[in-house]
């Protein structure tokens, strides 16, 4: 409880066997969050078996993707504001207070991995991908003519449960780049959003996403076309 919200924690999970334990009891060590939804989707196994010896309630979500991931998180979640995080632990629980120094203000923040002295030793965030998430963006920012952006690939975010209610019927992107997908609509939506330093840290087990350098480049280039196709729609709230 948050000034008298309601917290949702969700974690999408796929291959967070060894770290999910920690990081759901990590949360749940602050004494604030009222819930924690594991959103298992298809992960490794032995996943099931950790989230069980924790408070976190888990739902199994088969369509394959991160965006389905966290969107069925977005439709089960209770509480007043939800955030999402990863159970990879590359972040840090109490990082949550920085999102919660917002939440009178705005309406969604989402977190920036690129600042230079939060950015833990081995974490996986060398020169290209730093750079490369700064440049897209920067793309962004200068697109949509938002606040300061720094990062488009952080998971680490925090959005009010109306706002997000609203926004769910517009969500198309069911794989990696949802992050990215999110964020525009709340630009074109007319949301109030900033972004916000955290931590980010050496990630436990084997990256799927960004670990394998082509594949963040792929991954890039598929956010920078997405965003240039929802840049060239202007109808609002976009069916894009
Ligand atoms: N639902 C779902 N989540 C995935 C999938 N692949 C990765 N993830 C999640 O996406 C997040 C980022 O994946 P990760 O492997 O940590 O990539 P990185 O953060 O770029 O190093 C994690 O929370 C994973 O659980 C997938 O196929 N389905
Ligand atoms: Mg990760």
Redesign the pocket.
């Known amino acids: 409880m948050f000034r008298g919200s309601t917290i949702s924690v969700i ?6 066997k060894d770290s999910i334990r920690k990081v759901i009891e990590d949360f749940d060590h602050l004494g604030i969050v009222e819930e924690i939804i594991v ?1 298992n ?2 992960a490794a196994e032995g996943t099931s078996e950790e989230v069980a010896q924790t408070k976190a309630i888990e739902i199994i ?1 088969p369509d ?3 965006g ?2 966290i969107q069925r998180g977005f439709r089960e979640a209770k509480g007043d504001l939800l955030v999402v995080c ?3 632990d ?1 972040f840090l629980a109490k990082d949550i207070y920085k999102f919660l120094a917002y939440v009178d203000d705005l309406d969604i923040i989402y977190g920036t991995r690129t600042t230079k002295n939060l950015i833990w030793e081995k974490a ?1 965030m060398g020169f290209l991908l730093r750079w490369g998430n700064w440049a897209v963006a920067k793309l962004l920012e200068i697109l949509f003519n938002t606040n300061y952006l720094s990062d488009v ?1 952080c ?1 680490y975010r925090l959005v009010k449960r109306e706002v997000v209610q609203n926004m769910l019927p517009y969500f198309k992107v069911k794989s ?1 780049f949802f992050g990215p997908e999110m964020m525009v609509l709340g630009f074109k939506m007319g949301y109030k959003c900033v972004q916000i330093p955290v931590n980010y840290k050496e ?1 436990v087990g084997i ?5 394998d350098i082509r594949k963040a480049i792929v991954l890039g280039i598929q956010m920078i076309f997405l965003i240039l196709f929802m840049r060239l729609d202007f109808r609002k709230k976009s069916i894009y």
């Open positions: 974690l999408p999970t796929f291959n967070e959103i989707n298809n979500e394959q993707g991160y389905s991931a990863e159970p990879d590359t996986n690939g998971t990696n990630r990256s799927s996403v960004t670990g």
